[in-house]
T-cell receptor, first 116, second 113 residues
Framework: GAVVSQHPSWVICKSGTSVKIECRSLDFQATTMFWYRQFPKQSLMLMATSNEGSKATYEQGVEKDKFLINHASLTLSTLTVTSAHPEDSSFYIC????????????FGDGTRLSIL | GNSVTQMEGPVTLSEEAFLTINCTYTATGYPSLFWYVQYPGEGLQLLLKATKADDKGSNKGFEATYRKETTSFHLEKGSVQVSDSAVYFCALNWNSGNTPLVFGKGTRLSVIA
């Protein structure tokens, strides 16, 4: 079946650094991917829709300059958290639509980001 | 707008007990409905789905039926196991697939031996 790989699974870094998270569709092409954020014990909130070859579409309230999304190829979307601060600490998850039927969404295993 | 409401947790059950997690939705048209499960420290896995009214999704002993008249998609399992302890999310999206999921808040289930 369709597999989405997300890397890294866990990252700890100092405040002020930038962190890049990769989301790859391993055995299929994905023109669209989605990025979600999950706070502890809460649901997933959509951050943005990543579109291959064009700009990402951000949800209201999500800072475009803070969360840079690049979908440079049909199998890779990246989320870069720029100048990260402790309040950016969270669990970030990406997903891609099923390549044949459009659904369900296939999720990566998530990235736990901790900013010290 | 589109939304999903699921019962508040946490839910604690003894092994072999019956499980119901309620989920209702608000949406225009006829969305597809899903249950996802998240085990501790992991990402989301699709548990089951239904794409039209009266469809029943089932997997690993879990079932849910798409009820258009009550706009519900309640998750049930006849006999839970300790390994079922996880967070369960009800979600909807549209058949095009190129739309993001709308999630409920999640229900944490703990099953004790």
């Amino acid at each position: 079946g369709a597999v989405v790989s997300q890397h890294p699974s866990w990252v700890i870094c100092k405040s002020g650094t930038s962190v890049k998270i990769e989301c790859r569709s391993l055995d299929f092409q994905a023109t669209t991917m989605f990025w979600y954020r999950q706070f502890p014990k809460q649901s997933l909130m959509l951050m943005a829709t990543s579109n291959e070859g064009s700009k990402a579409t951000y949800e209201q309230g999500v800072e475009k300059d803070k969360f840079l999304i690049n979908h440079a190829s049909l199998t890779l979307s990246t989320l870069t958290v720029t100048s990260a601060h402790p309040e950016d600490s969270s669990f970030y998850i990406c997903s891609a639509p099923d390549p044949v039927w459009g659904q369900p969404q296939h999720f990566g295993d998530g990235t736990r980001l901790s900013i010290l | 707008g589109n939304s999903v409401t699921q019962m508040e947790g946490p839910v604690t059950l003894s092994e072999e007990a019956f499980l119901t997690i309620n989920c209702t939705y608000t949406a225009t048209g006829y969305p597809s409905l899903f249950w996802y499960v998240q085990y501790p420290g992991e990402g989301l896995q699709l548990l089951l789905k239904a794409t039209k009214a009266d469809d029943k999704g089932s997997n690993k002993g879990f079932e849910a039926t798409y009820r258009k008249e009550t706009t519900s998609f309640h998750l049930e399992k006849g006999s839970v196991q300790v390994s079922d302890s996880a967070v369960y999310f009800c979600a909807l999206n549209w058949n095009s697939g190129n739309t993001p999921l709308v999630f409920g808040k999640g229900t944490r289930l703990s099953v004790i031996a």
